[in-house]
């Protein structure tokens, strides 16, 4: 199966005051999303706050999105999970509830070599029934899904693409180079990175921004590719600093803050994640106010 292009939004998960799943708020983000046509809804990444949740808080969430989005946005939830027992749990559970294809964070905390990632990736995809997207974050999980790797893993015929939180454009440029020729897309995962990484040919975003402004990204990212470089070149100065902003301490700290400004469900982190700082709410505020946001 190929991946389809685009922006897909990283999406939260919003709480109520007493810190229990917003179920409503829930349904009325993935609406919002559907409603602004982005190409998918991703879902339980670490925007989604996945390991701070229950098992069932995680398919309880996948759910709604299904609910809501399927067949009218793709659904890429992640796996977030350090084992591949876990991950084949995951997995099995997201094809259950009717996900498009899953993401799958390369295992965190426990430190795997070059040899133990390749095997972890090239198992999963043996088993899972969904294709699957690498998910390379080093700054969370402290290892690298390196160009070298990713072209290897890529070659797999159920690893179809990769999420790569990298924000450097020589590894991302290298990335796309090193595949080329397989049937694989490489996604950038950072806002800043969007415009250039797609107007040089990447094949989309995982976006953060796409909470706040989906249609603003959808469009961005569809200009990309389609050539219009002026165009996309000037939303992503429009927005640039909204893009810097909602990477403010510690993601999803500053996305939660902005939908809370802008009267959308979002509601607060949880422990041991704390809210965004005062100073850094007053400059999120001011940025969003500027581009007529609130």
Same mark, same amino acid.
């Given at each position: 199966?190929?991946?389809?292009?685009?922006?897909?939004?990283?999406?939260?998960?919003?709480?109520?005051?007493?810190?229990?799943?917003?179920?409503?708020?829930?349904?009325?983000?993935?609406?919002?999303?559907?409603?602004?046509?982005?190409?998918?809804?991703?879902?339980?990444?670490?925007?989604?706050?996945?390991?701070?949740?229950?098992?069932?808080?995680?398919?309880?969430?996948?759910?709604?999105?299904?609910?809501?989005?399927?067949?009218?946005?793709?659904?890429?939830?992640?796996?977030?999970?350090?084992?591949?027992?876990?991950?084949?749990?995951?997995?099995?559970?997201?094809?259950?509830?009717?996900?498009?294809?899953?993401?799958?964070?390369?295992?965190?905390?426990?430190?795997?070599?070059?040899?133990?990632?390749?095997?972890?990736?090239?198992?999963?995809?043996?088993?899972?029934?969904?294709?699957?997207?690498?998910?390379? %974050?080093? !700054?969370?999980?402290?290892?690298? #899904? &390196? @160009?070298?790797?990713?072209? +290897?893993?890529?070659?797999?015929?159920? =690893?179809?693409?990769?999420?790569?939180?990298?924000?450097?454009?020589?590894?991302?440029?290298?990335?796309?180079?090193?595949?080329?020729?397989?049937?694989?897309?490489?996604?950038?995962?950072?806002?800043?990175?969007?415009?250039?990484?797609?107007?040089?040919?990447?094949?989309?975003?995982?976006?953060?921004?796409?909470?706040?402004?989906?249609?603003?990204?959808?469009?961005?990212?569809?200009?990309?590719?389609?050539?219009?470089?002026?165009?996309?070149?000037?939303?992503?100065?429009?927005?640039?600093?909204?893009?810097?902003?909602?990477?403010?301490?510690?993601?999803?700290?500053?996305?939660?803050?902005?939908?809370?400004?802008?009267?959308? %469900?979002? !509601?607060?982190?949880?422990?041991? #994640? &704390? @809210?965004?700082?005062?100073? +850094?709410?007053?400059?999120?505020?001011? =940025?969003?106010?500027?581009?007529?946001?609130?």
């Amino acid at each position: 199966m190929k991946m389809q292009k685009g922006a897909y939004t990283l999406l939260i998960t919003p709480f109520n005051e007493d810190q229990t799943l917003d179920e409503e708020g829930l349904k009325q983000n993935v609406l919002k999303q559907v409603e602004s046509g982005i190409h998918g809804i991703a879902p339980l990444g670490v925007t989604g706050e996945n390991t701070l949740m229950t098992d069932d808080e995680v398919i309880r969430v996948l759910k709604i999105v299904v609910e809501n989005a399927k067949g009218k946005a793709k659904i890429v939830p992640d796996t977030c999970a350090m084992s591949l027992w876990k991950a084949r749990e995951r997995v099995r559970q997201y094809a259950d509830c009717g996900a498009d294809y899953v993401s799958v964070f390369a295992p965190f905390f426990v430190l795997p070599k070059p040899d133990g990632l390749i095997e972890f990736y090239e198992k999963l995809a043996d088993y899972s029934e969904l294709p699957i997207i690498l998910h390379n %974050a080093k !700054g969370r999980t402290c290892v690298e #899904l &390196t @160009p070298e790797i990713t072209a +290897k893993l890529a070659k797999h015929p159920n =690893i179809i693409g990769v999420k790569d939180g990298n924000k450097q454009l020589d590894h991302l440029a290298k990335v796309v180079y090193l595949t080329k020729d397989d049937d694989f897309e490489v996604f950038t995962g950072k806002d800043t990175t969007a415009f250039p990484f797609v107007a040089s040919g990447g094949s989309g975003t995982f976006t953060v921004a796409g909470n706040i402004v989906p249609e603003i990204m959808k469009q961005m990212i569809d200009y990309s590719l389609e050539g219009e470089i002026t165009k996309a070149k000037e939303i992503h100065h429009k927005y640039y600093r909204l893009f810097e902003a909602l990477r403010f301490e510690t993601n999803p700290m500053a996305a939660k803050m902005a939908l809370n400004l802008s009267g959308q %469900a979002a !509601g607060g982190v949880r422990l041991p #994640l &704390t @809210p965004l700082s005062e100073p +850094k709410t007053k400059i999120l505020k001011s =940025i969003m106010e500027d581009n007529g946001l609130i």
